[in-house]
């Protein structure tokens, strides 16, 4: 980190500028120009609050050299991380993980055919939503406890572990118990309360979305603060960014698998079901993650869509979603993957 | 709402298109020209999941004439709402409502200190945060229950009611007992858990601050979960959005507080300090959002900004802050307001 | 400008370096760390090619601590900058400046009436578009060189100066004779051709509007740009910026008319009709304009809004605006100003 | 199109929008709802004025339901269209088109070096600026005249067609005389005169780049002026848009490459090397274009990127080019494709 001060700092502000970075564990080396005052950190600076030296009177300005976090940072941790799903699957090696599923679990017969469909298709992992955060409180909210019900019914069935989105905190000590992947959506990225505790009372893999206006950064953070409270099992999903295009739902953004694998040791996931918003450019999109480097992806399919109760028409069928392995499986070797 | 069919729409999709409509329970008067079948809802449209309609197969474009908020919606609603905010203070009235205070309760002495001032300045409630949002897990994150004391204590020193933000469903209850006004953090404008037990679970008034990247409607719905659980008291707060501008640390959008008032008969405040992030901004833009017509505003206040544990920079001085309350006064009559 | 060497950088990678800011007429003063080498600029950094500097394969990252922008900036000149625009107008000083016409020039009727409507309210200067910028090659272009004689013809009949926008450097000429302050568009703001045409060959004030999603630097370095070629009569123009709001066509960033006067001397106007899209929420954000500190106002006035070529609905009625220059007479005094 | 009248509308307010309608050259068909009123155009609605039927008094929405562009429109032209650059070279079948070049030309042994490498390596034209735009009136701004003089050198050394960008009206005889494929920044995309005047003046292909904040449908309108002027051979490169993520220079939106696909006939080419301004990114994300279906690439290379003049930090080696025309091969099959 280094800091420059302002032209007419005075001795005070000087010595509070330095306290505040030794605050951070940091030794503190400082350059005085004719005009310009810098002060450098040495050591990690991943301590200091940025945000408190930026508000001192005599600090003109704050850059980081290094990044805010530590223990997602690729840094100190250089190889892949790899994490264990559960039922065999794993994310972050060199086969591709595919977790497929419905945007909502409805019944025992819809989500056990779908978990069926898509485990013989190669999916590694059942997703499906028993708890749906939507933007009107008239809408279909889920099946809630009872989703979580069927879900397990059709990981007895197909041996598929289950991803499923947690809503808050009350509901964490369920989730440790009866779900294998914890998602937390891009809407609760920055729902500080619900990491810190996921964090320090759960064991289980965290597929954290990013917000739909977050930085890479920001996002990165939201993984730290898992991972500070004792989980180092978190899993980025990009699931597109809110731009002003309106063609599809959100903007997927691919160049951040590319920068979160150099910058993080963490797996990436990507979903182009609810970055796109429309079934037929899923196919396209999920081949473009993998040409990226994405460590897997997350696709919503259902065995009759237009009758989905939720995001039916992102939702693939499974003769499509078999289709679309198939096209995954010629581009992986591109990227020194399998399927 | 109109829905208009694809072009080679089936009997079934039209069929289907129309249940989902009556099942909001809505007229549906059809309309077939030579090229675009059209679906009109008569009725309040406001209980139909949109979403849903959109996905179905036979379904081209649904496009909204009323707005899907009834609670929150002005219509049916026609005058302001005027909340009581405790200790005297209302907001949504003529008398313009001024909430001022630190970021962060520091200290019994820091904050009684300044609840003091802004009183005799003319502030109507204290702010102060307990429970701090902060992007990195090492940052302050407030003194929690300890902060909830000490607000107590200012409130009970001055006579003020005392505002401070939630940040999860495990302390509703604790902030129903001890708090006077709720507010719920920009980064949880869509935890929608949180959103609603505070409708179900409390009775104070929700001070709900605009989402980064929220639109106005999608604020409003925020405001419409609470408002369907029970709670009708909510005030919105506009605070900046993510922009491409990082002069100012948000983009304060003053338009947003006309078209509310236009949409909504909530009442609107606000806060020009984390907007701006900047102090010597806070009075102009203050007076700026007096002038279109907000109920109030929430104002930073500390007496000792440069050591300030967070957000020093944008904080103004007890003096500043009442020379900004001298020109508040001047602005308000312009409007039909007083101070 | 500070610039961070990369941790292991070479000796000739250091030298690069420091030639690529000493090229730009500064001199280097060289800090080295234990962990990182800083190298600070010592004078005018405006001169350096910041993008060269921060593409050498040693640097890790540049930072500028001085704008990149020399004639536009206040800190070279510190007074106010006064415009003078004809007709005894000045925009600058105490007195508010407000410009006001149609969107489109339709006939000579049409310009003449309004413009001796908004001349008897107060408006200093006649707007009216005879070249129209069109997202669609179908919409009306406007009446173009029979616009501007149109124009004219209501500066004879008034003795309004004549606000109107230029859409190429071929109309340069015409527009330096005939125009008194040529209008450069915000999807022209960085058409830097047009720019330095505009900087070398004209001597009439440009009033720039800001680019849809431009920074604040991004904007006055485009008025750099007319200021180095030569010409220093730049007035800066805010008509509000792409976001993710659609209730409003744009989002006017009123704390860029407060940042702008701090960093730059050239006057700011505010465009409330283009930004809000909507006639009715004009005069609240005119108010508050002219309470953040703007020098004047540009606004939209029909003399038969619902009939006009272009952009009806966000015009105000010659009665109407007699009712908004009342209340900004009533505001001007709250910041020292007077309409 | 279809009209939604406002509650309360006049029958003279109905008359106008029908009026307005018909204009555009449609039929109107009429539907009264006890609570809505909706028209509905029965033929092609391109014609029509949105904007001016928007603000009309008794309107309250217009919602198109066909695109506002006819000659880029997939639907009027269902093949894919192919354009010739010329030197054998084409672009939208099935042969994957890679232009290739340095940022900027600085000298005829660079230029003339790098162009030989890439046609060795398989690329079908060169890229290489000659006039630059610039952020700063300080900074390089080409070599201009000299550097079309040059690129020309490299043309009869290689046979390559040459790409470069135009700033102004004012060149287009010369870049119809002596460039191949005519380049339009992503800063003038809505220049509206400067496609005017490419569209009526012009034979040679224009590659159109997307503008930093602009939409699919503003981008496909500007292809829509240069077509409607007479020149079809319009060639829309996607290149990156603003976000508020600053890893990348901009980011690739490569779902854009799907939509424009579906929604035009045209051909489409990405960018990655302004889009990610790394150079380290560009083989991914080029690999990641091909899986999505785009009709080829543009990408940055210098034969000596450390000294580059500009943009070197995202410019490939001649050898780096290489290796990722070997991997665009590998990719290419997987949708039908060949390098």
């Known amino acids: ?156 069935a197909t041996g598929l572990p289950i991803v499923t989105e947690i809503m808050g905190t009350e509901y964490v000590e369920l989730f440790e118990e009866c779900v294998d992947v914890i998602q937390v959506g891009a809407r609760n990225m920055q729902n500080f309360d619900l990491l810190k505790k996921l964090g320090k009372r759960t064991t289980k893999p965290i597929l954290l979305k990013r917000g739909l206006s977050a930085t890479i950064e920001e996002w990165l953070m939201s993984a730290e603060y898992i991972m500070a409270g004792g989980n180092q099992k978190v899993i980025l999903c990009e699931r597109g960014i809110r731009t002003f295009e309106t063609f599809t739902r959100n903007t997927l953004d691919l160049s951040a698998v590319l920068a979160v694998k150099s910058l993080s040791h963490l797996p990436v996931v990507v979903d182009p079901s609810h970055a796109c918003g429309k079934a037929w450019m899923v196919e396209r999109m999920a081949m473009a993650a993998v040409a990226t480097g994405a460590d897997g992806l997350i696709i919503e399919v259902h065995n009759d869509p237009k009758n989905a109760l939720c995001d039916g028409a992102q939702s693939l069928t499974p003769d499509q979603f078999t289709d679309v392995m198939g096209k995954l499986a010629a581009v992986a070797p591109c990227v020194g993957r399998e399927v």
Chains 1, 2, 3, 4 share one sequence.
């Open 1 to 156: 980190m280094v800091v420059i001060m302002k032209p007419n700092f005075t001795p005070e502000q000087l010595q509070e500028a330095i306290q505040a970075m030794k605050a951070g564990g940091v030794q503190v080396n400082i350059s005085k120009g004719s005009e310009t005052t810098v002060l450098g950190a040495e050591g990690n600076a991943a301590g200091i609050d940025q945000e408190l030296l930026e508000q001192l009177p005599g600090v003109e300005k704050v850059m980081r050299v290094t990044e805010p976090y530590k223990k997602a940072n690729r840094k100190f941790h250089p190889d892949d991380s790899v994490i264990d799903l559960g039922g065999g699957a794993l994310i972050g090696g060199k086969k591709l993980a595919v977790i497929a599923g419905p945007c909502s679990v409805e019944s025992e017969a819809q989500i056990t055919a779908v978990a069926q469909a898509v485990r013989e298709s190669g999916a590694c992992a059942l997703r499906g939503g028993a708890f749906k955060p939507r933007t009107s409180p008239y809408s279909f909210q889920g099946l809630e406890c009872e989703g979580l019900n069927l879900l397990q019914k059709a990981k007895e």
